[in-house]
C-alpha cells in the first residue's frame, strides 16, 4: 500500500498566470490530481461542472459551510470558494498528490488544519505585466478590472506566509521552479529569501 500522498497549495493574484502554470505541471506529472473547488460564481465559457469547478448556488454553499464540509472556504469577490474536505482527504489517502489552487485566505486555512502541506505563492514579474494579463482575458470590465488591481497588491502582501515564491515572468521558467519546488529541490525558491525583497516592496505599494 502507498503512503499519503502530499498536498500542495499554490495561491496567487487574479492574472499571475496560475492556471496556466496548474496545466503544465499536470501535463508534466500525471500521478499529481487537482482537486476540484465549489463555487458559487458564474461559469466562464468552457468551464466544465466538475471538472474545472463544483458550480453550486449560495444557499447550498451555506448549508456545506455549516455542516464543516469544507477543509476551506473564503469569499473572493462577490462569490464563495470553498474545498472538500472529504474529497482530499480521500485522494490523499490513497497516495495520490493533491493540488489546491486557493487563494491566500483559504491557504492560510489548509496550513493550519494539515500543516505538513508545501504551500507556494506565484508573483507576476511586475504591476504593469499583471494588468496587461487580466486586459488579455477579454472577460471582465474595466471596473472589474481596476477592482482586480486594487485586490493584488492586498494578496500579494502575504506572500511571505508562504513555504515557496515563483515569479511567473518567463513561462517555462516558473514551471521549471515549480516542477524543483515538487521535487524537493526548491531551497533557492524560499518565500522568505531576501532577494524578493524589492519585487514586493514594488508590487504592493
Known sequence: MRNAGQLYVLSAPSGAGKTSLVKALL???????????????????HEVEGRDYHFVSAERFVQLA?????LEHAQ????????????????????A???LEIDWQGARQVRKALPACISIFILPPSRAALEERLRA????????IARRLADAAADMSHCREFDYA??????????????????????DLRAGREALGPLLAALTG
Open 166 to 187: 515563483v515569479i511567473n515572468d518567463q513561462f517555462e521558467r516558473a514551471v521549471v521552479d515549480l516542477l524543483r519546488i515538487l521535487d524537493g529541490q526548491g531551497s
Open 137 to 144: 482575458r477579454r472577460t471582465d470590465s474595466d471596473a472589474v
Open 27 to 45: 501535463a508534466a506529472r500525471p500521478g499529481l490530481t487537482v482537486s476540484v473547488s465549489h463555487t458559487t460564481r458564474t461559469p466562464r465559457p
Open 97 to 99: 498528490d493533491v493540488l
Open 76 to 95: 473572493v469577490f462577490d462569490n464563495f470558494y470553498g474545498t472538500g474536505r472529504e474529497q482530499v482527504a480521500a485522494k490523499l489517502a490513497s497516495g
Open 66 to 70: 455549516a455542516a464543516e464540509a469544507f
